[in-house]
Every structure is written in C-alpha cells, then in structure tokens.
C-alpha cells in the first residue's frame, strides 16, 4: 500500500488517497477491526471514494449487509464498524474522515446513510465524484490555509450529498416519523434562542408526558437534550462563520442561541468539531479571506 497524500485540519477531518497493490492491501481506516457482515465488493480496478464518518452509529447494524461497487462510486461507512473490502488487486481509494456531526447527521441519520453508495452514474455523482477525488488532491498540495479551506469546501459538498441520500431513501413504513414529532421539532426551531428551552417545556407545550417524549426521540436515534444541543451547536457555528473576530464575540454568540454559561458552550463544542469556538472562527476566516483573493 502507497499512501500517496494525507491531509489534516483544525476540523478535525483528515483526506488520504491510497494506491493499494504495491503492498498487501489493508482495509479501510477504522477504530476497530472491519466488521465481517458488512462488506464492499467491487471487480474493476480505479478509484474509490469513501466517507469515514466518526462518531456514528452507537451499534453495527445486525443484518449482514453487502454492498457492490463501481469506480467513482461513494461510500459513507462507521469508522467504528468498518466494511470488509472484496476489491481487485490493485485499486485507488480516497478517503474522506469526517465527524458525523459536522455533516449535521445525527445517529440514526449516519446508519442509513452508510447503506446506500452514491453511484458515480448518478446525477450528483457524475457532478461530485471527480470533483472531491480532485479537491483531495488539491488539499494535499497546498498551503495549509489553503488546503483547510479546500477540506472544507468538501465537507459542504458531503453535507449536501448526505442531505439528498437521505431524501431519496424511503423511510421505513412500519414507522414513519410521528405527526407529534413533527410538530415538536419546528417548535424546538422556534424557541431555540431560548435557555429555558427543556424537555419538560417541550412536554407541556405539546400535551404529552416528558416520558413518551423522550419515547419520541429515541425512536430517532438520539435524544431531546442531544437534539436541542446540536441544532444550537449548528447555528453558533454558522454564527461565528459569518461574525469575525471583532464583530461579536463568542460569548455573545453563545448566549443568542441559549447557552447560559460561555465556559459550558466552549467545552462542547470542541467536544462536538474538535476546536474552540475561536480556533472553528478564525479557521473560517482564513477560508472567507482566500476566497476573496
């Protein structure tokens, strides 16, 4: 194995191409051994894309699963369950490692996701394919500034390809999204900004008890206080984003979107992006000034 490139940032994503063949191949990168009921297949040599997503699904899915491929194709996979390969002898993968959360995923939303490879014969395929297998390699030859900011062009192109995966997937009949939950989400949309915020609220709000509320968002796959706490992550991350250093501070910043204690947002947040909220700032700065170039 020849690992022709490897780039890292502040983001906490790493972007690696490898030519497998010159040595005996090695699986992909992953946090534990390749779970032997998920499998990727493949019978023609040429390039590969896949997505490591970190922090994703608590568990590996029961049913084994076997997925077949095509150069160019991309595959979201769990670093923590990573697929067995059944490729030809020599082949090229590039491999994006991205947090679950910094393409918006929550739990449930990453284990559909790692079902269903784009094909490069799609349409955002034909459009996306060569385009991340080119962006990889132009992270790797530039400048860091540079490079972050094309790492994170790339992360807002896998962000958008996950949202279309996820909209073309039909959910499950047996159960689709309750009407209740719905309606409890675009309230949590509404009241976000406020630090009262709470299941107990929610609860009240919407005549049922805190428990089957609760019911209501396991069944999603995560729970009330993650939810309320990733989409408020979400929007100081936009916020900063936009907001340089000078025009609001963090604390201002946090506290707009319902945090009380300036100290508790920044710790998790560098829990969720792997960054203070200043580092995620001026890293998007850089990226914003570049472009105005």
Known sequence: MTTIFT???PLGVEILTREHGEEPRRPLPAEDRPHPA???RARTTGEYLFVGLRGGTAEPAPEPLTLPLTPGDICFYDVRHAPVLDFPERFRATVYLVPADLLGLTEAEAARITRTPVARASRLGTLLSPLLSD???????????VGEMLAWNAVNLLSTLAVEQLGARTPDPASPRSPVLTRILEYVELHLTEPELSPEAIARAHHVSVRYLHKLFKDEGTSVGRWILRRRLDECRRDLMRHGRGSRTIAAVAARWGFLSATHFSRVFRAAYGMSPSEWRDTAGRADRRRAL
């Open 7 to 9: 780039v890292r940032t």
């Open 38 to 40: 998920h499998r990727l």
């Open 135 to 145: 962006l990889a390699r132009a992270a790797a030859e530039a400048r860091p500034p």
